[in-house]
């Protein structure tokens, strides 16, 4: 994949109190391809990371977006618009909330965008024909057109 001067929005359900090593290993990997690729990075977060310890000095230094509320992750709308917003050339998401959300508001937009899904679960294809055609399936239903090219669909 191309990297010059990408536009890459880390779309992360993360809003836990510690940043972990989830947080610094995203901002490192968003300076290594400013670094290497002039890229622009910005992020999407729910709404609930605002009340958290590290929110402030992480807005401070990173172009961020937040979204839902008490009963939705995200919206149609709010999607649409950051993707109107920021224009971005990849949406990497992390964790499984903003992957339907993004890849929808993707589909909408006029120009090509990329998409990474990075999946934070253990997982491992199914060896039987039934189990494999009904995991297959599942995916799909999650994740769309795109999962078929794993498969070189």
């Given at each position: 994949?191309?990297?010059?001067?990408?536009?890459v929005l880390f779309?992360?359900?993360?809003?836990?109190?510690?940043?972990?090593?989830?947080?610094?290993?995203?901002?490192?990997?968003?300076?290594?391809?400013?670094?290497?690729?002039?890229?622009?990075?910005?992020?999407?977060?729910?709404?609930?990371?605002?009340?958290?310890?590290?929110?402030?000095?992480?807005?401070?230094?990173?172009?961020?977006?937040?979204?839902?509320?008490?009963?939705?992750?995200?919206?149609?709308?709010?999607?649409?618009?950051?993707?109107?917003?920021?224009?971005?050339?990849?949406?990497?998401?992390?964790f499984e909330g903003?992957?339907?959300?993004?890849?929808?508001?993707?589909?909408?937009?006029?120009?090509?965008?990329?998409?990474?899904?990075?999946?934070?679960?253990?997982?491992?294809?199914?060896?039987?024909?039934?189990?494999?055609?009904?995991?297959?399936?599942c995916f799909f239903?999650?994740?769309?057109?795109?999962?078929?090219?794993?498969?070189?669909?």
């Amino acid at each position: 994949m191309k990297l010059d001067r990408a536009r890459v929005l880390f779309a992360a359900q993360y809003a836990a109190p510690y940043k972990g090593n989830f947080l610094p290993s995203l901002a490192m990997l968003e300076q290594r391809i400013k670094d290497r690729y002039g890229a622009v990075c910005a992020y999407l977060f729910p709404r609930k990371a605002e009340q958290q310890p590290w929110w402030d000095a992480f807005r401070l230094s990173h172009k961020v977006y937040l979204s839902g509320d008490d009963t939705k992750l995200i919206s149609k709308d709010e999607a649409d618009a950051i993707i109107r917003d920021f224009s971005p050339s990849l949406v990497h998401t992390h964790f499984e909330g903003y992957d339907k959300p993004m890849a929808a508001a993707i589909k909408r937009c006029p120009d090509f965008v990329r998409m990474v899904w990075h999946m934070h679960d253990t997982l491992s294809y199914q060896r039987n024909m039934v189990k494999a055609f009904y995991q297959r399936a599942c995916f799909f239903r999650h994740y769309g057109v795109p999962f078929l090219s794993m498969w070189g669909g």
